[in-house]
T-cell receptor, first 114, second 113 residues
Framework: DVKVTQSSRYLVKRTGEKVFLECVQD?????MFWYRQDPGLGLRLIYF???????EKGDIPEGYSVSREKKERFSLILESASTNQTSMYLC?????????????FGSGTQLSVL | SQQGEEDPQALSIQEGENATMNCSYK?????LQWYRQNSGRGLVHLIL?????REKHSGRLRVTLDTSKKSSSLLITASRAADTASYFC?????????????FGAGTQVVVTP
């Protein structure tokens, strides 16, 4: 069974802390994505990666960075957490090519920044 | 930027009834997908329809796509309490999308026994 695993279900951090959100997929997918989800706004793309060590900005990259050192792992980094980054963070992966476009999502990390 | 917009924002129906929700989008697309999200969890893919298709079925789900109107609809027939969830449409844009999807804000569906 395909799986995308996010390291934490709930996380509470303080303003100014550096925060790491980890995501691992076991499907050998090329593409990996980080979205944040806020009520009434749906999912917004933060960053995505289509290969190891490759990354592209999404719609709202400010305040975030990412790392993809291995194909199966995609990390989201909040360099200095702020209260407006309190949100649900969703990681997803997909294979490359026509016929493989659907995303597989992790269960999400609910981050609270106090 | 948000591509899809779902309508209605919320829907409350009884078991056995049909649920219909709509999605409008702004630019040309490769495909349009529908996802379901149970409360506080990740999204699960339901169905994908390509830009050259007009209708697609999967079990109790029926999806239509009208590219001239830039709109899609999702119909869930004979709804069950287990269908209670939020439903999102997502579009894969035509140029340089690298498989990334733009999601709408979702329709929250409540099915009461």
């Amino acid at each position: 069974d395909v799986k995308v695993t996010q390291s934490s279900r709930y996380l509470v951090k303080r303003t100014g802390e550096k925060v790491f959100l980890e995501c691992v997929q076991d499907m050998d997918h090329e593409n990996m994505f980080w979205y944040r989800q806020d009520p009434g706004l749906g999912l917004r793309l933060i960053y995505f990666s289509y290969d190891v060590k490759m990354k592209e900005k999404g719609d709202i990259p400010e305040g975030y960075s990412v790392s993809r050192e291995k194909k199966e792992r995609f990390s989201l980094i909040l360099e200095s957490a702020s209260t407006n980054q309190t949100s649900m963070y969703l990681c997803a992966s997909s294979a490359l090519g026509v016929g493989y476009e659907k995303l597989f999502f992790g269960s999400g990390t609910q981050l609270s920044v106090l | 930027s948000q591509q899809g917009e779902e309508d209605p924002q919320a829907l409350s129906i009884q078991e056995g009834e049909n649920a219909t929700m709509n999605c409008s989008y702004k630019t040309s697309i490769n495909n349009l997908q529908w996802y379901r999200q149970n409360s506080g969890r990740g999204l699960v893919h339901l169905i994908l329809i390509r830009s050259n298709e007009r209708e697609k079925h999967s079990g109790r789900l029926r999806v239509t796509l009208d590219t001239s109107k830039k709109s899609s609809s999702l119909l869930i027939t004979a709804s069950r309490a287990a269908d209670t969830a939020s439903y999102f449409c997502a579009t894969d844009e035509t140029t340089d999308s690298w498989g990334k999807l733009q999601f709408g804000a979702g329709t929250q569906v409540v099915v009461t026994p």
